[in-house]
């Protein structure tokens, strides 16, 4: 049993020393004619990352809250937890003048964050 296992692996050696230099790379006695599948290149197609401008809907002087309101839940991500309770509970600014804010309401705020 020895001797049959001892002409086998003798064999399967023969066999890798000639066989293609691929092969050989993986000669680590397991899996040793393993080869592994070959990969298709990744299409490379560029698309044009040119700015586009800003929408004409976002150019208007004044906004009012709907508009505010809407553009928030479509287009901003709060980083600091999770997105949904921040977005309720953020206000709607209307306007800045230096340190302070003002909401759709007419309150003052003072900026406490710039």
């Known amino acids: 049993m020895i001797k049959n296992t001892q002409t086998l692996l003798k064999q ?21 004619f ?26 208007s002087d004044d906004w009012n809250l709907e508009e505010v309101t809407k553009a928030t839940e479509e287009h901003v991500v709060y ?7 921040s977005r309720k509970a953020a206000m709607a600014i209307k306007r800045g003048e230096g340190i302070y804010l003002y909401d759709y309401s007419g309150n003052k705020y003072v900026d406490m964050t710039s």
Do not use: C
């Open 79 to 85: 980083t600091w937890g999770a997105t949904d309770p």
């Open 12 to 32: 399967a050696t023969n066999q890798l020393l000639f066989a293609k230099p691929s092969l050989r790379a993986f000669s680590g006695g397991l899996n040793q």
């Open 34 to 59: 393993y080869i592994p599948n070959q990969q298709e290149p990744v299409k490379f197609t560029p698309k044009s990352n040119k700015p586009k401008g800003i929408s004409r809907k976002y150019s």
